[in-house]
């Protein structure tokens, strides 16, 4: 071993440190955003919501409730996005929403609120 350098052992435990603490961190931002996303959801259903996140929904930086009602519309099968809303145009015009209901009903998951089961009797 030269002098200085470290032995194998040491570059690889730091390594794998490394890669933990990035994995870690990680799995902390995706939790965060995982919370991020319900909350901007739950507010644009709340009646009354803070003073910021209105005026957030206002400038359509987050999901405004006027935006994200057109998703609770008859048909359900649109505007899913709920953070921003801003990729529901696309989503939509490019009928992308569809396809990944096609690809959930594929993997045997139904499609829970389509035309015929909103019309059948409880
Ligand atoms: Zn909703």
């Known amino acids: 071993m030269q002098p200085g350098s470290r032995p194998f052992w040491m570059t690889a435990a730091l390594g794998a440190g490394l890669i933990a603490?990035?994995?870690?961190?990680g799995f902390a931002a995706f939790l965060l955003a995982i919370?991020?996303?319900?909350?901007?959801?739950f507010w644009a259903h709340a009646e009354r919501r803070p003073p910021l996140v209105a005026r957030l929904q206002r400038r359509g930086l987050i999901l405004s409730p006027r935006h994200h009602a057109n998703h609770h519309q008859p048909g359900y099968a649109s505007t899913y996005c709920?953070?921003?809303?801003?990729?529901n145009g696309v989503m939509d015009s490019q009928r992308l929403w569809d396809g990944c209901e096609r690809i959930v009903a594929a993997?045997?998951?139904?499609?829970?609120?389509?035309e015929e089961s909103l019309q059948e009797e409880p």
């Open 107 to 114: 993997l045997g998951v139904p499609r829970a609120l389509d």
């Open 82 to 87: 709920i953070t921003s809303g801003w990729m």
């Open 21 to 25: 603490v990035s994995l870690g961190a």
């Open 35 to 41: 919370f991020a996303t319900n909350q901007i959801h």
